[in-house]
């Protein structure tokens, strides 16, 4: 060992350093590997399967109309809840916190899950607009709408689990109409359907607009007509800040998940009012438009090429898939309001 003390003092920091260097880069890496494993989207899932194995967990084997559209609702949220890297809109620690395209994949979803929820409390449930409410969906309802980003007391995770426990207790309601307890409803006509797809029309315009305002070609489109007295003050739509771009994106590909799935419960259990108005295809067509809109994406960033360049424009694409769902849901809004 060397006799000079300063070139041990000094051999001595280094190691030190070289030490918490080290453990710095695999905290690093072990936040990379984590944030990058937890922002992946959950997978689509069989909204039939689902039913079954909820039933199978119930003991029963009976499955009536509006049980696959419940548990749907009930599916979602727990996906959002406990999908990899637990639900983490609400994180305020790295690397939950750095993860916001996942973040807003939970926001689009949960939009989603509101309004479906939504339109089971407040028409798929009651058979006219004096009628009594469910109890259940009355309690499951407001719990889904509880601030997405509270991790105090009481938590959003906790929130939404008494939501998803709510509507676990409407659907045995809806399995055992000679319980003893209120036999719960669950009505599948088209005026039902009417009112909840005005609702899906409006969430997808919206969606299509924000993408297209990726480019100030697009947002340009939004604004009104100087020359039109009424249009002076009407709200216009800028070209999407470059750093948000990708929340836009995220926030739709959550919507279209959910409402995928969504969809896919009232193709189950509108199915005789569907097939009476012939529009078994339109909604078809949304389904694979949405579809569409979730394709893998092959690049690690959201890309924002302009016009016919040598990049894509991954907003303009989505825009043009949920376009085409919107148009769809057009379409079923006029038929199902059709006499």
Known sequence: MSDNPLAY????????????????????????????????????????????????????????????????????????????????????????????????????????????????????ARDQSQSAEDPDLARAEPYFYYERNSWALPSTESEYVKGIEALHAYMVRLQNPSSTSKAAQFHSRADNLWQYTEVVIKRLGGLSTRLAASTDKFSGATHGDPSNPVDINMPTIGQTPWMEIDNVFYEARGSCWALLHILKAIKHDFSDILLDKRAMNTLDNMIQALENALSPTLSPVVLNGDGFGIFANYSLAMANYIARANAAALDLRDVMNRG
């Open 9 to 124: 003092e000094d051999a001595k920091s280094k190691g030190i350093l070289w030490g918490f260097g080290s453990l710095l880069c695999v905290v690093l890496i072990i936040m990379l590997v984590l944030g990058e494993w937890w922002s992946r989207e959950p997978e689509q899932f069989s909204v039939q399967d689902e039913a079954i194995e909820r039933m199978n967990v119930t003991h029963t084997d009976q499955m009536p109309i509006g049980y696959v559209y419940a548990n749907t609702l009930a599916h979602i949220a727990d996906v959002i809840l406990f999908k990899s890297g637990g639900y983490l809109s609400n994180d305020v620690a790295p690397p939950g916190l750095f993860c916001d395209n996942i973040q807003n994949f939970e926001y689009g979803a949960l939009v989603m899950l509101r309004d479906g929820t939504t339109a089971l409390r407040n028409h798929f």
